[in-house]
């Protein structure tokens, strides 16, 4: 089998639900601001936020490729965007403040945070089997490292990498070679796990990497450039933990049928 997993979070190892468009979360995050001394509307702040979401992005485009790296997915820091309003409005604030609003604001957003069931004994089975684990999200720090808190999953991970931290996303082949560099692992080693058929199975396949793919809710459309080395279509983890484990008694045609 393979020495190394590597497992997207949202959908994958944790099923999430967010509405970042609800009226209730831009009335209170306006109170939030209000009180700081930076007053806006709850209109005027979602406005706000997502024109400075959209310059972040676009600034980092153009970092990417004045070092010639046009192909590279970028992923702005929201946290920034957050201190960015403050400012705009002539309020100072520091790091750890526009981290605090980011976290609230997450959670006013988030409707459901749950690990599926068998995720945390799966995991747990192939530590003890002496395997390695690593988390590689597309998603924003301050708004995930708190959640891998909560559900319990921090430790199970022996590296972790963020796209908002790291500045780019999957599929790019550059979010996945950074996680194979900083932790010295050879693709052939590897077993990608995720819920997105582009993300994770197109960015593992780009890298030269073997991929199990499970269909969740929150899975986007199955169309994918290349086909997952094993395939669970009903979010089953007892089937996941089979193949993972070694005991689905499953071919590898069997698995991608």
Known sequence: ??????????????DIRTNENK????AKMS???????????PLQLRRAFRRLEEESTLRAQKK???FGQRDVLVEPDLTGV????????????????ARMTAIFFRTLSRQLLM?????????GELKARGKHLYLLSNAQSDFTRPELEMLGLTDCFDGILISSEEGCKKPCEAFFRRLLERYDLSPASCLMVGNDMNSDIVGAAGVGMDSLYIHTDTSPGCEGKYSPTYCVMDGDW????DILLG????????KRG
């Open 82 to 97: 957050f201190q960015r309003m403050f400012r705009e409005k002539g309020v100072s604030c520091d790091r750890q403040t």
């Open 31 to 41: 109170e939030l601001y209000a009180s700081l001394g930076a007053a806006y509307t």
């Open 64 to 66: 990417a490729a004045d």
């Open 247 to 254: 005991s689905g008694g499953y071919t590898e045609r069997e």
């Open 238 to 241: 007892k089937k996941v933990a």
């Open 115 to 123: 690990v599926y069931d068998g995720v945390k004994d799966t995991l």
């Open 1 to 14: 089998m393979y020495d190394n997993y590597i497992f997207d979070l949202y959908g994958t190892l944790a």
């Open 23 to 26: 009226a209730y979360l831009w």
